[in-house]
Every structure is written in C-alpha cells, then in structure tokens.
C-alpha cells in the first residue's frame, strides 16, 4: 500500500506522513476556524472541506485523527459588530456560531474533537498565562498605550514559514490590528489595551484591562488542547503571515523549547468566483445560505469545493456547479444500477475490478484530479459492461463495497431527502404523482427527467416515489 504524503508549507516539500514516537496511528489536527462576526462564506468552506478531506483520507489510512477547530468570538471584527448593533459581544456572535455549524453539517464536515471559543473563561486564562510566560523571558513588552507586544527581534526564526526574513526588521513599530500587510513587519499585539471602542468587552489581566489578540488565541487554544507539539496544522494562503507566523513565535518562545509547534503546515490557496476575487462590492459573493437559495444543495456545493486540488487557486462558477450536479447524477444512476445487478442470484468468478487507484492518487498530497478520474474511469467502463449484462452479481457487491470506502472520503452519497425541504422538487414531485395518476405516461417521464436534472434521482416503487439526491 502507498503512503499518504502531503506537502509541507514549511519545507516546501512532499513528506510522508509519520506520526510521532510512542503516538501510535495518532494524529493531532488544528484547524483555524471562522471568526464569528458574520456568515462564512465560500471561500472560508473551501478550507474547511479541503481539511475534511484530508481528515477523511488519513482516517481511511488507518490513523487516528485528534482535530481541534477554534472559534474566534472577539476580535476587531466581532466587537466592530456588536457594536454596531448595539448588542453585547455574545449576543452577537451566537447565532453566527450555531449558522457556522449548521453549514457544516450541510456541506458534511465531520465535526472536530473540540471547537474552543476565545472568550471561554478557561481559553483566556489559558492566553494570560502563555503571554505572562513571554513577558518573563523577554519575548514581549508592554508599550505606552498599554498594549502588550510580541518582540519578534527576540525570535530568529521569525518568517521561516513564510521563507523571509522578517526577525529584526523595523524594530519598534507595532501593529495593534489582527490583519496587516506584509511589507509592514512588525511587533504584533498580544493583549490589547482596553479603548472606549470595546464598549463593555475586556478582561482583567497583569497587564491591565483588555482584549486577547487574534494570534495568541490559537496558540493558547491550539497547545492547551492538543499539546506542545501540533502533528498537521492547516489553514488558508492567507494565514500564513502573519497568523500562523505570529502562532510559531508565541508558543515556540512559551514553551520548553525543546521541540517545534507544528510538524506539518498545510494551506489553501484562493477561491476566486466567476475569475475575480470574491467581494461585496463585486456582487460576486457568496455565504453557502445565498447559495442553497438559489436552489443549490449541500452536497453540490460540496462537490465543486472539493474538485480542485486544495493548493489551485479553484476558479468558482455557475457552469462548475451545474458541472457538479451532473457529475453527482452519473454517480447516483450508477450505483443504481450497481445495486440492481447485486441483487440478482447468479454466482460467477470474476475478477474484482475496484481499484485502489482511487486512495493512491489521494496519498499524493491529496490529489483529488487523479482520484476523481479513477472514480468516473470505473464508472464509465463498469456502464459499458452492465450495457452489454457482463458484469455479474459479485463484481457489482466488490463494486458498491469499494463506492461506500470511496464514500467515507468523498462524503458525496445521496441521502433520502425530505422533499419538502426543497419547495421546487416538492412541487414537480406533486405534479408527477398527479400525473401518474391520470396515467399521463409521457409527461411523468418528462418530470422526471426534470427532476434529474435539477440533481435528484425518483424512483416509483409500491409506497409511491422515493426521491434521493440533493
Ligand atoms: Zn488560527
């Protein structure tokens, strides 16, 4: 059997994937997870089910995965937005955090281990302690405006996961907003002095009343819970500088030092929508709600995500998500067709014709392209066997065997669906059942036909039609 590797932001390099000694199959996962000051959108998912992915394929390798995904619930943005809306910082970000979760479960990520909040009392005390440890050693000062700062001058492998070198450079400037550019390398904040703009937010610490900054909350949350040493942590292009940077320098400096934060560095690249970056202004966003709006489901959405190899730039249009659909229908009539030929007596020796072609190309650094080409290979060649009725009952059973272990990394299966879900199929469904009932042939297949393309498969079987899909 192969052996999955992926490749390591931080080497630049394809590794295999070894869990550590006397750790058996294990392996811990962190995942940067949404911040909750508004819905996420497609981009945000494209990360998330890129490390479903993965958590998906290493699991059917036989390891034992351990995931950790936070939930920032204070920061610039959050508390912009509570104040906005003139509510507290809890009762704003709640229903972001339950929409967050929802969505999840809509585009089937398996749920992580633990998704710490920020603002849990024990995530904060946690954060104050790693920052009084960098205050001790020297690592980080407090400054006029009360803030505390991380002194990345004290850290030389500042910029090692972003390959430049960024350790002294600028000394003195600081940067007490979560996000800045490149160019301006500087001290980051730790603890953020309390300002009249964070309203009734802010926790007393040794260094005064105030707020964590972004980068120490995943540290905090990221060793508290999972340990010094982080097996594959993963995120977007854009959490490489200065987040997960930021990350490596507060817990490398806070800890024994004796060994490094994280072993594997996976990121995402961009996802851009019809070819521009995605933006409000452009008109060209999209949450997963807008979506599903729209008449597009979980698993569709899910599929286009998935397609691209997680470090493309994955190019997010209409046509791909009709692309989707249809390619999710082939699968659909092909298991059916699958389950038929199973089910019937004959008994003859036959060759297994499932590959393991499929989880290799996944063990390449998760490429996707290969593995979806060996799926819709099998497809298109077991059709042409069941076309000519030369494909027997026990090749059909290894078949639909290796579709389920497919399944469990794919998370694409049809479902039963309640239809009523979805008001559009419940009405051509309606109108089909009517139509079958005044024994208007031709236009029930019509409506079916319908059906199917908008993604979803109807059976009539003696309770009446069974729709899966979706
Ligand atoms: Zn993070």
Avoid at 262 to 280: I, T
Avoid at 348 to 354: F, M, R, S, T, V
Avoid at 427 to 449: F, M
């Amino acid at each position: 059997m192969s052996q999955a590797h992926i490749h390591n932001t931080l080497t630049r390099s394809l590794e295999p994937i070894i869990p550590r000694a006397d750790y058996g199959n294990t392996l811990s996962l962190y995942t940067c997870g949404p911040t909750v000051y508004s819905y996420a959108h497609i981009g945000n998912f494209r990360a998330y089910v890129f490390e479903d992915l993965l958590q998906r394929h290493l699991r059917e390798r036989g390891f034992i995965i351990r995931r950790v995904m936070n939930l920032t619930d204070v920061d610039d943005k959050t508390i912009r937005g509570a104040v906005a809306a003139g509510v507290p910082l809890a009762d704003y970000t709640r229903p972001f955090k339950e929409a967050f979760f929802q969505d999840a479960e809509t585009l089937r990520l398996l749920p992580a281990d633990a998704n710490p909040a920020a603002t849990d009392p024990e995530q904060i005390a946690r954060m104050i302690a790693m920052i009084s440890t960098l205050m001790e050693r020297g690592h980080a000062y407090q400054a006029e405006d009360g803030s505390l700062y991380f002194r990345i001058a004290s850290f030389a492998n500042y910029g090692r996961l972003a390959h430049v070198d960024l350790a002294g450079q600028r000394p003195g400037q600081r940067v007490s907003s979560d996000e800045y550019e490149k160019e301006a390398a500087a001290d980051f904040a730790l603890w953020k002095s309390w300002v009249p703009e964070d309203g009734a937010v802010g926790w007393e610490s040794p260094g005064g009343k105030g707020r964590p900054g972004w980068h120490i909350e995943c540290s905090a949350m990221a060793t508290g819970l999972l340990g010094e040493t982080i097996d594959i942590h993963c995120g977007g292009v854009d959490n490489i500088f200065p987040h997960h940077e930021a990350e490596i320098a507060q817990c490398e400096c806070a800890g024994t030092g004796h060994v490094p934060f994280v072993r594997y560095w996976m990121h995402c690249a961009h996802l851009m929508v019809e070819g521009s970056k995605m933006a409000k202004s452009q008109g060209n966003f999209f949450t997963l709600r807008d979506l599903l709006l729209q008449g597009w489901t979980g698993r569709e959405v899910r599929y286009a995500l998935l397609a691209v190899h997680y470090r493309a730039s994955l190019n997010f249009t209409m046509e791909g998500l009709s692309a989707a659909r249809a390619a999710l229908a082939r699968l659909d009539v092909w298991q059916e067709r699958l389950l038929e030929v199973a089910g019937s007596e004959q008994k003859l020796e036959q060759p297994d014709l499932a590959t393991e072609g499929f989880f290799t190309a996944l063990d390449d650094d998760l490429n996707i392209s290969g593995a979806l080409a060996v799926l819709f290979e099998t497809v298109r060649e077991t059709n042409r066997r069941m076309d000519q009725g030369a494909l027997n009952p026990e090749q059909a059973r290894g078949l639909l065997e290796w579709l389920a272990r497919v399944q469990s990394v794919l998370a694409l299966e049809p479902r039963d669906q309640p239809a009523k879900t979805f008001p559009e199929i419940d009405l051509l469904l309606a109108a089909r059942e009517a139509a079958r009932a005044a024994k208007e042939w031709q236009k029930s297949d019509q409506l079916r036909d319908q059906l199917a393309a908008l993604g979803w498969l109807v059976k009539d079987t003696k309770d009446g039609q069974k729709v899966t899909g979706g």
